[in-house]
């Protein structure tokens, strides 16, 4: 989640009801268990909910081109803030919301960047 959240060192705060009354939208930090390895859990941001479309680059190290999806019904669509490092539905695809595991809305450390995290909600939200 570069540049958003750094390699170490940082310490947040994440809520499980968000994910359980389906409450989540776009732009949101989410915790997930990972789909490729599923003992690991992952911070990406929530980029689309189902029934949405979505255009991403496929290889953006090495190319410009793009493919659209649409999010499938029960799934969303997750990428890290770093488009040429981050594992994520770029690579496994849309992930089922049974993988979510919270949101994260609040940094306490390091000090310098304490605040929220949550975007305003608009009409892009799961529920």
């Not at 999806?69 to 997750?78: D, E, Q």
């Not at 595991?101 to 009409?123: A, E, M």
Request: hydrophobic share 35%.
């Amino acid at each position: 989640m570069l540049p958003t959240l750094g390699l170490t060192g940082n310490l947040c705060l994440a809520e499980r009801i968000s994910t359980r009354f389906e409450k989540l939208g776009v732009g949101d930090v989410v915790l997930l268990r990972s789909p490729d390895v599923p003992k690991k859990i992952v911070t990406k941001r929530l980029v689309a909910v189902e029934g949405q479309s979505v255009t991403y680059i496929v290889d953006p190290k090495n190319s410009d081109r793009s493919e659209t999806v649409v999010v499938p019904k029960g799934h969303v669509w997750v990428e890290g803030d770093n488009i040429y490092e981050s594992n994520d539905s770029r690579k496994f695809g849309p992930v089922p919301y049974g993988l979510l595991q919270g949101r994260v809305f609040w940094r306490i450390w390091p000090p310098k960047d304490f605040g929220s995290l949550v975007q305003s909600k608009g009409k892009d939200s799961v529920s």
